[in-house]
């Protein structure tokens, strides 16, 4: 096949009209679910619930169900609140980066990266709270006026946790809310009065949007600032997320690299995560023309490059442990890459820098079997990333006499599967209940949706 490189690949394929367009992306929230939808849900719903069953085990015996011990205090429950956090970062760099950069190609697969970007901080969310032992207490990690004067410790980075992942929550809800806005009026106005609780509910979400200059002005403003808003989030949560480990003065973790290396990995983690599930949805819903394989080759290129950065993250580990001189620190990172979770380690070398190089070609880039193998191994790799920072850092501290081995307990992996169940049920409902794909943006860049001039002399 021969492409001409001189023009740019069209964003919707197939020569789809407008209209056409619009009822592909409504087809799902107008059909009732078929079978395949309720085996779906059915399995992540099993997950939830074996997840809930061990939260529950959890709260009646306590913490000692789990495997953290001495020294390995820090174990799953930080080790999956960082690998959530990172899944949440590609909806905002796609949804306000990409946008602001006035990068079309970002119309197809935003709402549904913005979508992911929620779901996968409400699995965040989790873990902090039952980490701490006394999740009954967790409105004591809000700061207000009280006659005790008491106060948190806002010198803590797990309180600034806090801070950044509940404003990152918000700003990326209202900004996904406020995208939604035309297309709950797109969905209000194609509703049969007959459906009078949809055509409700969709009247009151709309806000009253009738598709006027006058609306599309204001919306445009309001989305570009919220745009500017999410832009500095995207550097500044996994930044903070970073301090955890880097402002402590444990070996592995008492570095300046984190923050850069934190960011670029959560971008790579939550690439790969989008595309796994794109890649799903694109083939289920019949949207092939929308979620093009072009749309897959640019976030291909985009884990390409971050997994290089992560590449040269953990080279740069290892150098500046050796030129620093400081034994602790040499010895930190020799046991990572030959002690006993050396295992561990070799996993995320193969699955974030190895692997993700097979991107190099366009043949495996555009290859939707190759692709998926990928993205998986890297979403397996960075998991194993936030184990080997967490748990190697941890085992072996500077008395030999308290070294120690962590092993996952069954509730502890209960408890992972959980949280994915969770992520994967809010996926399968928000695919049936709203529109996956942006109604409006797609139309606005579809062949003959902009005016075209004709001639050499215009």
């Excluded at 006026?145 to 806090?162: A, C, G, I, K, R």
């Excluded at 006058?214 to 500017?228: S, V």
Aim: charged share 15%; net charge positive.
């Amino acid at each position: 096949m021969n492409i001409d490189y001189s023009k740019e690949l069209p964003l919707v394929e197939g020569r789809m009209s407008i209209a056409e367009i619009e009822d592909l992306i409504a087809k799902p929230m107008d059909q009732k679910p078929d079978k395949k939808y309720y085996i779906a849900l059915s399995i992540t719903l099993s997950l939830l619930g074996l997840g809930a069953a061990m939260l529950a085990l959890s709260f009646y015996y306590g913490t000692g169900l789990w495997g953290n011990n001495q020294p390995v205090g820090w174990a799953f429950p930080i080790v999956n609140f960082v690998f959530w956090v990172g899944i949440g970062h590609a909806g905002t760099l796609i949804s306000a980066i990409l946008f602001l950069l006035r990068q079309k190609w970002r119309t197809a697969i935003a709402r549904f990266a913005e979508a992911m970007t929620i779901f996968a901080v409400i699995c965040a969310l989790v873990f902090p709270v039952i980490h701490t032992g006394r999740p009954w207490l967790a409105g004591y990690l809000m700061p207000y006026p009280n006659q005790h004067s008491l106060w948190v410790n806002f010198t803590s980075p797990l309180l600034w946790d806090v801070f950044a992942v509940s404003t990152y929550f918000t700003v990326s809800l209202v900004f996904w809310y406020v995208g939604l806005i035309p297309d709950f009026a797109s969905l209000r106005d194609r509703t049969k009065e007959s459906s009078k609780i949809k055509k409700f509910v969709y009247s009151l979400f709309s806000l009253g949007w009738r598709h006027s200059h006058r609306n599309w002005q204001h919306y445009e403003k309001a989305y570009m600032l919220l745009a500017g808003f999410a832009t500095p989030l995207v550097l500044s949560v996994h930044t903070i997320v970073s301090f955890d480990f880097a402002v402590s003065i444990i070996p592995g973790w008492h570095t300046t690299i984190f923050p850069p290396y934190f960011v670029a990995g959560a971008i790579f983690s939550g690439f790969a995560m989008v595309v796994t599930v794109l890649i799903f949805v694109r083939k289920i819903f019949n949207m092939e023309n929308l979620i093009t394989v072009d749309h897959l080759d640019k976030m291909n290129r985009v884990i390409l490059a971050t997994g290089m950065m992560v590449g040269y993250a953990y080279a740069m580990e290892f150098f500046i442990a050796w030129y620093s001189g400081v034994q602790f620190e040499q010895f930190a990172f020799i046991n990572r890459m030959f002690g006993p979770y050396a295992w561990a380690y070799w996993i995320m070398v193969s699955c974030n820098v190895i692997f993700p190089q097979l991107f190099w070609f366009r043949k495996f880039r555009r290859s939707i079997p190759v692709m998926l193998i990928v993205v998986i191994f890297v979403n397996v790799g960075m998991w194993f990333e936030r184990f080997v920072i967490t748990v190697t850092s941890l085992h072996r501290d500077f008395l030999p006499s308290s070294w120690g081995y962590y092993k996952p307990t069954l509730v502890d992996g209960g408890i992972l599967l959980g949280s994915f169940g969770l992520f994967f049920t809010l996926v399968l409902l928000f695919a049936k209940t709203l529109p996956v794909i942006s109604i409006a943006e797609v139309k606005a860049v579809a062949p003959g949706a902009q005016p075209s001039h004709h001639g050499g002399e215009h």
